[in-house]
């Protein structure tokens, strides 16, 4: 029997609200566990079968698949009424979660493979979901996507979702189109805080969850523990009974190799598939009810025009068919269905008819958006709203006010930049736009900083031209106080950089919670409270600190108290004295004052940032100055050396400034300078005094 399963056969969790610790029902006297206390000698006293009896019978006597008492009791009672709730056997819609770099795009692929989406001899590239250029150029899954397989008669709409904590909306969008998850862990990392949410909202849902443990041929591999923990994270996020009994697959996704077993995997995936149509039951629909589609995302054709995709909860929705364009609120409007696609394989297939239960996407509509719902024409009623956690982190986007102003980009007006930001709240329901204080400004909320930076990349390739202020937190006042958001941090650190890390925690206002050794690699877990205005800049801080070898990962916790005044930037900036061209003449002086960030025949500006002052406080230089010329005969040449200058990303130059400093964003060029409306209010505030 899987691991999994094994837990569940020799003792029964049940949940008590009233203690801190939980109870375990079994054959042997009822005692008291701690949530800490690993559940080894519990979770693997039975063996799996081999894969071989498995394909002979498959999953028939030791997978365990149950369903939630809540969830009996609500059929139950819609049975009750005039409308025929029914499952559709045929189609399992599913989303698979992770946490960055867990290996979930990567099983994706794999699952592609073997259900025979390509041609033998088709050339497929690594990561085939991640269409998009930035996330191949990042490495990470941004947008969720929709894709299909068949296997064994039933088709799976499988959705990829990202894995990092600040596109978590994208991952509580898609949570409204399915019945059940693929959570991808680990073998040796376990479960990571961007698991803790995914698999929180999932509960929240009420979906079936299959645990997937991958990389289990990695050399520090420890499946028992990663079992242990995801069913103690089960417990902590008060879990039903019936949740808490998941059943485990261990898979190696790069080879596309899966089993009930670390010790035993078939060669190809084919348990992983069983254990899906077993385990995650198929869509309820409405049989005989009237037509309801929820718009969970939109994409945009230039020949088709708007696509609205969405899983259809009742009834059947035809190719030109006139529907109602519902809004909570109980607004409607009119409308019509030009054409129907489903998806299958890696492609929309066109479709003349889609019914209850199916993933599709609607063309026709051009004004509809994310949360709507597509209704029937004559009685349509809307379905709930999509809820997503409220934003954290915010910045300010403004208009290129830099002498270069207009060198580069297309679009570098006010208006350009306002359409463009409004444009992107239809597509991202996490984020939000307001107005700032002048015409040409704007405040842009969103999950964390990387979220709005791949906004920023994303317009600066569209040929944008503008300028953002440095990364804000959001605070609350509740009663009075002053409350600011807290993050869960975990730092994957080698131990002999240990001390310099957690003394920069510390400084940052972190409290250490928890501290493991992590496998065999002589590698440290340490987990923070830490605020979130003491994660901005934090990350090329612990690079630097470790040496490049500290991994960071983030999620939103909680808003607590004010932690108290912290200083996230030691040092000051210079700053460049007058316009001109930098020489090596004037750098040669200048890099002795600091590390600088241009090299020799760079255009500059009057208060442009040119490098880090090795100081605190700003220092202004003239890295323009050419070296006099005169009627002495030089005996000797001296030659200028030059230090390399620093390369810094859009992501470093957000990190990097302070409350008086921009960034200045090109189709281009990255430039950081200081704000000229700051400077102006501290003159005259000096004129004053």
């Known amino acids: ?19 801190k610790g939980f109870l375990f029902s079994s054959p042997f006297n009822r005692t008291q566990l701690s949530v800490n206390r690993t559940l080894s000698s519990y979770s693997f006293g039975i063996k799996s079968p081999s894969f071989s009896n498995f394909r002979r019978n498959p999953l028939q006597n030791f997978v365990k698949c149950s369903i939630s008492q809540a969830e009996a009791t609500e059929i139950a009672a819609e049975k009750s009424t005039l409308v025929t709730i029914v499952r559709r056997n045929d189609i399992r819609n ?56 068949t296997y064994k008669d039933t088709k799976m709409n499988i959705i990829d979702t990202p894995g990092h904590s600040d596109f978590g909306g994208e991952v509580e969008r898609v949570l409204n189109m399915v019945e059940g998850i693929l959570l991808v862990v680990d073998s040796v990392e376990g479960p990571m805080p961007q698991t803790r949410f995914v698999l929180k909202k999932a509960l929240e849902f009420g979906h079936a969850v299959v645990v997937v443990v991958n990389k289990v041929d990695r050399p520090s591999a420890r499946p028992e523990f990663v079992i242990n923990s995801t069913f103690e994270l089960f417990i902590e996020l008060n879990a039903s009974d019936e949740q808490c009994d998941f059943q485990a697959v261990y898979a190696i996704g790069l080879s596309g190799k899966a089993g009930l077993s670390p010790d035993n995997l078939a060669n190809d995936l084919g348990p992983l598939f069983e254990t899906i149509i077993r385990c995650i039951p198929g869509p309820k629909i409405k049989k005989d009810g009237s037509l309801q589609m929820l718009v969970t995302s939109t994409e945009y054709d230039e020949h088709k025009g708007k696509i609205a995709i969405g899983r259809l909860h009742a009834g059947v929705l035809n190719r030109g068919m006139d529907v109602r364009i519902c809004t909570p609120g109980d607004a409607c409007r009119f409308g019509k269905v030009s054409e129907l696609f489903v998806f299958e394989k890696f492609y929309r297939a066109p479709a003349e008819s889609v019914e209850a239960g199916d993933i599709c996407a609607v063309c026709g509509i051009g004004d509809i958006q994310i949360g709507e719902t597509i209704a029937d024409k004559n009685d349509g009623k809307a379905l709930p709203a999509i809820r997503v956690e409220e934003p954290t982190v915010k910045m300010a986007f403004s208009i290129n006010t830099s002498p270069f102003v207009g060198r ?18 239809e597509r991202n329901l996490a984020m939000k736009v307001e107005d700032g204080e002048t015409a040409d400004t704007f405040l842009v909320s969103e999950r964390g900083t990387l979220h709005i930076t791949i906004l920023i990349e994303n317009m600066r390739r569209e040929n944008y031209e503008f300028m953002v202020g440095p990364p804000k937190v959001i605070n609350k006042k509740v009663d009075d106080k002053l409350l600011e958001p807290y993050e869960i941090a975990t730092v994957e650190v080698p131990e002999e950089h240990m001390g310099s890390v957690v003394e920069l925690l510390g400084k940052r206002r972190g409290q250490m919670f928890d501290m493991q050794g992590l496998g065999s690699e002589g590698t440290t877990l340490l987990k923070y409270k830490i605020p979130t205005r003491g994660l901005l800049g934090l990350r090329n801080a612990i690079l630097t ?20 005044d ?13 316009d001109g061209t930098s020489t090596s003449y004037a750098l040669a002086s200048s890099q002795e004052r600091g590390q600088l960030f241009i ?16 100081r605190p406080g700003d220092l202004a230089l003239n890295v323009c100055k050419k070296k006099a010329a005169t009627n002495v005969r030089s005996n000797k040449e001296v030659s200028v050396v030059l230090d390399t200058p620093l390369d810094y990303s859009l992501d470093d130059c957000i990190e990097y400034i302070q409350e008086d400093e921009l960034v200045e964003v090109t189709p281009k060029s990255i430039r950081m300078c200081k704000n000229p409306k700051m400077n102006k209010k501290a003159r005259s505030v000096d004129d004053v005094t």
């Open 1 to 19: 029997m899987g691991m999994a399963a094994g837990i569940h056969n020799s003792i029964t969790p049940t949940l008590n609200p009233n203690q």
């Open 545 to 564: 600190a470790s040496r490049g070898t500290a991994i960071l990962n983030t999620i939103f916790d909680s808003y607590g108290p004010w932690a108290g």
């Open 408 to 425: 580069e980009g297309k679009y570098v007006t006010s208006r350009n930049l306002r359409d463009r930001l409004y444009r992107e709240i």
């Open 599 to 614: 090299k020799p025949g760079v255009e500059v500006y009057k208060g442009q940032i040119v490098g880090i002052h090795q």
């Open 94 to 149: 599913i989303a698979i979660v992770a946490h960055v770099d867990h290996g979930k795009t990567t099983l994706v692929d794999a699952m592609l493979k073997q259900a025979k989406v390509f041609r033998d001899n088709q050339v497929v590239e690594e990561r085939i979901m991640d269409s998009n250029d930035l996330e191949r150029e990042r490495g990470i899954t941004i947008l969720s996507k929709n894709t299909s397989i």
């Open 566 to 578: 912290m200083s996230t930037r030691d040092l000051g900036s210079l700053v460049a004295f007058e």
